[in-house]
């Protein structure tokens, strides 16, 4: 009714305006004050009305401000953005209330009360966190229980592995048609002969550290590396055969494909640790790390096989037709033509798998490897520090938040900027 | 002829180099257990499985056999897969609509829900909510009361249990109703059909589905208690709740995981079919004469529905293989009653880790041929 109003009579839609502004900005400030430094400006109401009353004011508010045109430019925003019919309105009040409500306590809790000053459990007495905890067992969550000082091989290892993964675009043109080449088979030769040399030494001179004490970050990068690479190409071997025209290859194929993906990831790491070595001959010992990674390879390439699969199939007949015609045969064929172009498109897929490939990853913590999620349950039963699981279990979210966040918008860019090309 | 040997050569090999590594392994398994004195069988079913186990639907004991201990498993398994996918559907749906809002701030908010809970490990998740979350909760004899009757500590969350008096007719009675409404569904159909006459259904069957469950009440002698929890010592400093439901921390700890994981691909999900219906469809709807409620109801909605079941059966498949991570927190699920514990006693890897992945791999491939029967069932027929 008040908007009709309005309507008709523009000369005074500006009271309205006011009035609305006016009463919306006092339902904000009640719940800011209120929240931030525990002033109750509704002190002498009854409780149950206080409680409810900013979101009263705050709607009355916004209906009145709400017209089709005012000419002020932050109300108009205002009305097109959060405020378009009365639903709309007591649901933006409600998020702004909940985000105000909530952001004193967590920002207390995680900044200004907490402590993250000392060595030791002592030094946490302030009521908010205890990033203390963090900080004394930050090495551990990194490197596991890797020797103190010998973790420069892991940072170097690491360094040279992203170095080398990089070195491909700095390859003169004319060397550029062995690319797929270096990173398909060259490249992880290279990495693992860096990784077991320098992290697990033995030789040059270096003391050989045993798998079981890596872990933490670091075994995430290096058990989602490897699976990574090697997973690529089981993935692209398996596409091909679904798509083969030869009935058994095809079977094999969708029988291996949709055995894998049909078992969860836990059921394979048990596989790995408690039935895989009863299949080894006798006398013939496999490292845990090298079975994981064997379980986890395994079971992603079925994903990056449909993954990849879609990419195939996403190409238009006339590719294989034209391709033929020219007398290529069927390796010719996928080489050259099919699978430069399907790999192309599947990047984003590819993206996807790898990124639900690092968050399986602190899985392998159930036959023992002590990865980052391992390392928080074995800091947590520390008689020295009980009771911080909540730090730990945040700081391990961060991390891997940050990480995955990356990735995705990553595949996500990668995604436009395909589209757009074809 | 030439032909015909190409196409058979690498099919042979192939064969050929499945049968060798079957072979490969089958003759090392022989080696090793011949070696280690353990025979292979499925014989330990039948033995007394000698273990508790914490939470079970049904009644279990260590007397009971490990086919029982089984059973306890896989209900405990589709009990959690079940509770969390009735959740995340409700919450993914709610937030897959948000992120289509015309509201910045809802917009927004969804869209930053889904960024967070889908970049977090599940497991991560799971501990979080257990180690940290759920041990923050009040002991038994502190806890105040959520909505009068029920009380969430730190020992689990204890609900009031209903007793019934002649469940029987209450149950025909809903039979009875879900009958009486796939006649009414059959019958407008038709009525539409033919005269294009349209009956409000949904209130008929709401009606329907409160009146007859009503009666049941009224006439047919079924009525309902509930008996409470009640607060029990134990001893000195440990006290308990008596009677009702109790449900443990671990699966609340996991469904609240595995919900607000999953909640997020099933938004997407939802987001992507509504936003696959063209503007055109709307349009079209909209200029033959559909009020707005039944563009929704007779155009987008089945649409978008098309599109956005296959991939959300999908998730409900991931969740309930997710599901299997109970057994990091020690929820007796049926990783950790039968691939666990089972295990650990008879030591028979190779036939309980099989069993274990055909259970998984069966309601797999059961929910896919589904899916690929809806599929081909909705298919859009274009003439």
Redesign the interface.
């Known amino acids: 009714m008040i908007n009709t109003l309005t309507d008709k009579k523009t000369s005074n839609y500006y009271y309205y305006l006011l009035a609305g502004l006016f009463l919306f900005s006092i339902s904000i400030l009640d719940v800011v004050l209120y929240s931030f430094f525990k002033i109750n400006l509704t002190n002498f109401l009854p409780d149950i009305l206080g409680l409810f009353l900013p979101l009263i004011i705050g709607f009355v508010g916004l209906h009145l401000i709400r017209i089709e045109y005012s000419g002020i430019k932050s109300i108009d925003l205002i009305n097109k953005?959060?405020n378009?019919n009365n639903f709309?309105a007591f649901?933006?009040l409600l998020?702004?209330f909940a985000i105000v409500k909530a952001t004193p306590p967590s920002l207390s809790w995680m900044i200004f009360d907490a402590n993250i000053s000392g060595e030791s459990k002592e030094a946490c007495t302030g009521t908010g966190a205890c990033w203390t905890y963090v900080k004394v067992w930050f090495r551990r969550f990194m490197y596991g229980m890797y020797p103190n000082d010998l973790h420069w091989r892991i940072n170097t290892a690491f360094i040279l592995v992203i170095g080398l993964g990089f070195f491909g675009f700095f390859l003169k043109d004319n060397l550029k048609k062995y690319l797929a080449l270096y990173y398909v088979i060259i490249y992880p030769i290279i990495a693992f002969l860096v990784i077991y040399y320098l992290i697990s030494g033995g030789s040059f001179g270096l003391v050989w550290v045993e798998t079981g004490a890596w872990g933490g970050l670091s075994l995430t990068f290096i058990v989602s590396f490897f699976c990574l690479i090697f997973c690529f190409p089981l993935g692209m071997i398996l596409a091909l055969g679904r798509r083969s025209n030869?009935?058994?290859?095809r079977y094999?194929s969708v029988g291996y494909i949709?055995?894998w993906?049909?078992?969860?990831?836990?059921?394979?790491l048990?596989?790995s640790s408690?039935?895989f070595?009863?299949?080894?001959?006798?006398d013939f010992f496999m490292d845990k790390l090298v079975r994981v990674i064997i379980a986890i390879t395994l079971f992603e390439g079925a994903y990056c096989a449909e993954a990849i699969r879609g990419g195939l199939q996403s190409l238009p007949r006339g590719q294989y037709d034209a391709a033929k015609s020219l007398g290529m045969g069927y390796w010719k064929m996928h080489i050259f033509v099919i699978l430069p172009q399907a790999l192309k498109l599947v990047i984003p897929g590819i993206c996807n798998t790898f990124l639900a490939l690092?968050?399986?990853?602190?899985?392998i913590?159930?036959v023992g490897l002590a990865e980052i999620?391992g390392m928080?349950?074995l800091a947590?039963t520390n008689p020295k520090w009980l009771g911080f699981?909540?730090e730990g279990?945040?700081f391990?979210?961060i991390i891997?938040?940050i990480i995955?966040?990356a990735m995705?918008k990553y595949s996500y860019n990668l995604e436009n900027k395909y589209k757009t090309e074809r | 002829m030439n032909n015909k040997i190409k196409r058979f050569i690498p099919q042979i090999l192939t064969l050929l180099f499945v049968i060798g590594v079957i072979g490969f392994f089958t003759l090392n398994a022989q080696v090793n257990m011949d070696n280690r004195g353990i025979d292979f069988g499925f014989g330990f079913l039948k033995q007394e499985s000698s273990f508790d186990v914490q939470f079970s639907l049904i009644e279990y004991s260590g007397s009971h056999s490990y086919a029982r201990a089984y059973l306890v498993g896989l209900l405990n398994t589709l009990l959690v897969s079940f509770i969390s996918i009735i959740f995340c559907t409700i919450l993914g749906v709610i937030i897959g609509v948000s992120r289509l809002s015309s509201n910045f701030l809802i917009r927004n908010s969804a869209a930053w829900y889904v960024e967070f809970f889908r970049n977090i490990p599940l497991l991560l998740q799971i501990f979080f909510w257990y180690y940290a979350a759920l041990r923050a909760l009040p002991l038994p004899e502190k806890a105040a009361p959520w909505f009068g009757v029920t009380f969430m500590t730190i020992k689990g969350y204890y609900i009031p249990s209903f007793i019934w008096n002649n469940l029987d007719v209450f149950l025909y009675s809903i039979l009875a109703v879900i009958i009486c409404i796939l006649f009414i569904n059959s019958y407008a159909k038709k009525l539409r059909e033919t005269s294009g006459k349209q009956i409000p259904l949904f209130f008929i069957s709401i009606g329907l589905l409160i009146v007859l469950p009503a009666l049941s009440f009224l006439i047919g002698g079924v009525s309902l208690d509930f008996e409470i929890p009640v607060l029990k010592k134990l001893s000195q400093t440990s006290y308990t709740y008596e009677g009702g439901i109790g449900l443990p921390p671990e699966l609340i700890a996991l469904v609240l995981a595995l919900s607000l994981y999953t909640s997020t691909f099933v938004a997407e999900c939802v987001r992507a079919g509504i936003q696959g219906v063209s503007k055109g469809q709307k349009e079209a709807a909209a200029s033959v004469g559909l009020t707005p409620n039944q563009i929704l109801k007779l155009v987008i909605m089945p649409q978008a529905l098309r599109i956005i079941i296959p991939p959300t059966t999908n998730q409900y498949l991931n969740l309930t293989k997710n599901s299997s991570l109970a057994a990091a927190i020690a929820y007796p699920d049926l990783v950790l009653v039968f691939a666990g514990t089972a295990l650990m006693q008879t030591g028979k890897a190779i036939e309980i880790v099989s069993i274990t992945m055909l259970t998984y791999l069966s309601i797999s491939l059961a929910i896919a041929a589904l899916m690929n029967w809806y599929n081909k069932k909705i298919e859009i027929k274009e003439k």
């Open positions: 953005n959060i378009t709309n649901l933006t998020i702004i030869l009935p058994m290859i094999i949709e055995f993906r049909g078992v969860p990831l836990i059921t394979v048990f596989m408690v039935m070595p009863m299949f080894l001959p006798e690092v968050k399986d990853t602190p899985l913590f159930v999620a928080l349950a947590k699981a909540m279990y945040i391990a979210a891997f938040w995955c966040y995705s």
